[in-house]
């Protein structure tokens, strides 16, 4: 496997060192794994990028805004493609959501894994969100998604991101190497973190979550380029689309679907 790598101090250049002080430890976990997304989406959109206009320095530099807001949130020269009148999930995927060459490279470890279609499914969605908002990702994930799939695969996401800084030797998940090299040896998340850990380590539901961890790690590879194709069926067995299309079928996130397909309404 050939992941990102990371330049240690290209990484803290893009923060800032006076930033990156003033951050909590779970603040700085996220911003590192949201620059790895970065660079994987860099290089996977390199073409679309020739096309716009932009070169590469300000396609990096452009409209950068608060760093927990997501790309849809923030200012962008390049127009977004229309919305079908009742888009579904696959849709929205292709045209809205964030991180989606990860997330595939996460579903297709699930799937080549032999995991659980549920647990296929909720690897390919587990960074979708992020397109919106990146703070708390897997707590706003879960929230996105509830509606439409089975209970186990909205709380794996939901329990992800505090998971990933707890090994499980019985799955061989580590606590990530790149943790320790970029913030050191001694970092520790905030009490939050850990208490929805704690809970989800005694939860029956504990390897719902643990799993999305595992293919997360798999799922910064360099060179790989996938489709959702593989995952269609599977998301049209357990993704439970509305007739009316998401954002009109009045269910408790829609209006959070509305957002995605239109963040430059202004009311």
Not at 143 to 148: A, K, T, V
Not at 203 to 210: C, I, L, T
Request: charged content about 30%; aromatic content about 12%; glycine content about 6%.
């Amino acid at each position: 496997m050939s992941e990102v790598e990371v330049d240690r101090r290209a990484f803290l250049a893009s923060v800032g060192v006076g930033t990156l002080a003033l951050m909590d430890a779970e603040e700085k976990a996220e911003e590192l794994e949201h620059y790895m997304l970065d660079l994987m989406d860099e290089k996977a959109n390199a073409k679309a990028r020739a096309a716009s206009g932009l070169d590469e320095e300000e396609a990096w530099q452009e409209a950068r805004g608060p760093r927990g807001v997501g790309n849809l949130l923030r200012p962008s020269a390049r127009p977004l493609e229309p919305m079908p009148d009742k888009p579904t999930f696959v849709d929205f995927f292709r045209l809205r959501l964030a991180a989606s060459n990860h997330c595939l490279q996460s579903a297709h470890h699930a799937l080549t894994t032999g995991q659980p279609e549920r647990t296929v499914l909720a690897s390919l969605l587990h960074d979708g969100v992020q397109g919106l908002i990146k703070a708390d990702h897997g707590w706003w994930g879960a929230q996105l998604y509830e509606p439409y799939v089975d209970e186990r695969i909205s709380w794996g996401i939901r329990y992800h991101g505090a998971l990933r800084f707890y090994p499980d030797d019985t799955v061989g998940y580590e606590y990530p190497d790149l943790y320790n090299r970029i913030f050191g040896e001694d970092y520790e998340p905030p009490d939050y973190i850990r208490q929805a850990y704690d809970y989800a380590r005694n939860h029956r539901w504990y390897m719902e979550s643990r799993l999305v961890t595992v293919n997360d790690l798999y799922a910064f590879e360099e060179g790989v380029e996938l489709t959702i194709d593989p995952f269609v069926e599977i998301i049209e067995r357990h993704f439970k689309t509305p007739k009316e299309g998401l954002g009109y079928d009045n269910s408790p996130s829609a209006h959070m679907w509305r957002t995605i397909a239109n963040p430059d309404k202004p009311l």
